[in-house]
Structures are given as C-alpha cells and as structure tokens.
C-alpha cells in the first residue's frame, strides 16, 4: 500500500521560509515523478481542483513551477531516502494553504501540472503565512 506523508507546515510570518518532507513507502520511488499542489482556504469546495505548484522527474534532473512560486520555492528528492522536499523561501500571504504531495508513476515527465495525472496523494500538511 503506497503511502506519502507529509511534514513541516506551520504557522510562519510574511518574508520568511519553511521547507516541506513527504516521505514516501510502499512503492519504488524512483519510478515516480512527484509533485506538489496546494489549496487555499475558500477553495476546498468539491470538485475544486488542487493548485499546481511544482514538479520534479524522476532523477530530479527536471523541474516544473507555478509562475507564482518561481525563484522563491525549490523542490528537491532523495531517492536513497524516499523523500521530496520543498523548500519555501520568502513567503507571502497568499501561499496560505493545505499542501499535498502527490506520485505518478511515469516513465517520462510530462503534463506534471495536472492533478488528475498522480496516483497516490498525501493527507496534506498546513501552511499558514501571516502578514
């Protein structure tokens, strides 16, 4: 049972950085290309689709991101680990949401923007950028 568990959300102030874990189990995590989303508060309804942010192949050699977060948010992965990152800098109001980490088994990298095109998505890890 393939499982993605998410880390290091918190309440932080406008200007500074958090980094998110999600740690991933029971599959082989280097045959997935992995991606972050986010929803805000206010956009939960059903049907609502979660927010690209960023992705990143299988080797970490490639790397998609939302316009929004560009040069201020870095993902990373550790396949000795079984882990991505995201490292959020300068952080801003509006980055106010649930983050989810999600996995897509792909064996090439490409449409990474979709939600609808991950397999497996963690519970989600809050956070929260006060002005």
């Known amino acids: 049972q393939a499982q993605l568990v998410e880390s290091g959300g918190g309440l932080v102030q406008a200007g500074g950085s958090l980094r998110l874990s999600c740690a991933a189990s029971?599959?082989?995590?280097?045959?997935?290309?992995m991606g972050w989303f986010r929803q805000a508060p206010g956009n939960q309804a059903p049907g609502k689709e979660r927010?690209?942010?960023?992705?990143?192949?299988?080797?970490?050699?490639?790397?998609d991101y939302a316009g929004s977060v560009k040069g201020r948010f870095t993902i990373s992965r550790d396949n000795a680990k079984n882990t991505v990152y995201l490292q959020m800098n300068s952080l801003r109001p509006e980055d106010t949401a649930v983050y989810y980490c999600?996995?897509?088994?792909?064996?090439?990298?490409?449409?990474?923007?979709?939600?609808?095109?991950?397999?497996?998505w963690g519970q989600g890890t809050q956070v929260t950028v006060s002005s």
């Open positions: 999600a996995a897509r088994f792909s064996r090439s990298y490409y449409s990474v923007s979709g939600p609808g095109n991950y397999d497996y």
């Open positions: 029971g599959l082989t995590f280097s045959d997935y290309v």
């Open positions: 927010d690209f942010v960023v992705a990143i192949s299988r080797s970490g050699g490639s790397t």
